[in-house]
């Protein structure tokens, strides 16, 4: 399987495929809570069968190259999910973005991905400009744009309804 070494043997991201519905979706049931405060589509995702559809419909956008849909496995386990969300071919922009289980957290395994997938967006998409949208509390992702040297772009004013909460957004960008 397409996969892509991060971090020595311990942590690599791997192209998401319906195989692996099974586990990723016993990994987002078990930290509903800790990724209920911000991302909004945990309530369509109530079964393994979901999970797996989810991944086939990025797996066409993947084909058309409008998407990349990646796992990040870290001692051979799911840790979380980093996606090129979308990809713009015209433009050559695309929309960095991610999610970690509770218990991956805190150790720079997000800052080191989402530094190997832009270098992948270089490499094979011929990537000019990544973004990422955060929402403006959601303190702990605005880090990694922050840290990894991107720029503030703009702000969005009730960009996503997330448990009922409209959230205002910061588009972060980098140019490559
Ligand atoms: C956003 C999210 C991925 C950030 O996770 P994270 O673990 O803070 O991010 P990283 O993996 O980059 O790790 C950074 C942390 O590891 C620490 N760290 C340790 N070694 C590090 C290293 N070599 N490099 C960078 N950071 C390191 C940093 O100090 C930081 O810890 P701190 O927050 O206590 O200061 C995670 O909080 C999450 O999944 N949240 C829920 C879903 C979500 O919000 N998704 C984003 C929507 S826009």
């Not at 991060?6 to 519905?21: E, F, K, S, V, W």
């Not at 990349?68 to 695309?94: N, P, W």
């Not at 490499?123 to 880090?143: G, H």
């Amino acid at each position: 399987m397409f996969s892509r070494k991060i971090n020595g043997d311990t942590l690599r991201m791997c192209l998401a495929i319906p195989q692996y519905g099974d586990e990723l979706y016993r990994l987002i049931d078990r930290n509903r809570d800790h990724l209920g405060q911000w991302l909004p589509w945990l309530d369509e995702t109530q079964s393994p069968a979901d999970t797996k559809t989810f991944i086939s419909a990025e797996l066409m956008k993947f084909a058309r190259g409008e998407a990349l849909y990646t796992l990040l496995l870290v001692h051979e386990r799911i840790g979380g999910t980093l996606a090129f969300k979308s990809i713009d071919s015209q433009t050559g922009t695309a929309v960095i973005g991610y999610w970690l289980a509770e218990e991956f957290t805190g150790l720079g395994i997000m800052s080191k991905s989402v530094t190997e997938i832009i270098q992948l967006g270089k490499e094979y998409y011929d990537l000019k400009t990544c973004r990422i949208s955060c929402a403006v509390e959601n303190i702990k992702s605005r880090a990694i744009p922050e840290r990894l040297g991107f720029h503030e772009k703009e702000t969005l004013a009730n960009a996503e309804c997330v448990n009922g909460r409209w959230l205002d957004h910061i588009v972060y960008e980098l140019n490559l």
